[in-house]
């Protein structure tokens, strides 16, 4: 169950837990990351400073667990604002530290990945919306 991941970031900071409670959580820390964003749409912008809390304790990831937890967000999100909420308040301003790739290339590459998964996100929310052009069937008696 997704939701038992706020425990673990509640336990923030990790390094002061005992080793092998922190070497588990530390080896996990995308699961941990995934379990939060599933958690977003019951919790809302409650989710944001957890997810913060988490990325501290990550001391440098791939581009590709970033690539991940990007391609994620619009999977579980349907909202634009929502998911620019996570990006801006908790992704782009701990991805600096976090990518181990060349400052300015981390930049392009975020950048790129928020608008793709913004995109996504927008066309996720207009599919959600009626629109009169569309059919709605009813079910009638007696069939």
Not at 13 to 34: D, G, T
């Amino acid at each position: 169950m997704p939701s038992l991941v706020i425990y673990f970031a509640r336990l923030c900071p990790w390094s002061q837990l005992p080793q092998l409670i922190y070497q588990a959580l530390k080896s996990h820390i995308l699961p941990v990351l995934k379990a939060l964003v599933l958690c977003a749409p019951e919790m809302e912008s409650l989710i944001v400073p957890h997810i913060r809390a988490v990325l501290l304790e990550a001391e440098a990831v791939s581009i590709a667990v970033v690539h991940d937890l990007v391609q994620t967000v619009p999977l579980v999100i349907s909202s634009p604002e929502k998911a620019m909420n996570i990006f801006l308040e908790c992704l782009e301003p701990s991805s600096a530290a976090l990518v181990v790739q060349p400052p300015r290339t981390t930049e392009y590459l975020l950048r790129n990945l928020f608008g793709i998964a913004l995109n996504h996100c927008d066309e996720s929310n207009q599919v959600l919306e009626k629109r009169g052009e569309l059919w709605t069937f009813q079910s009638q008696q007696g069939f």
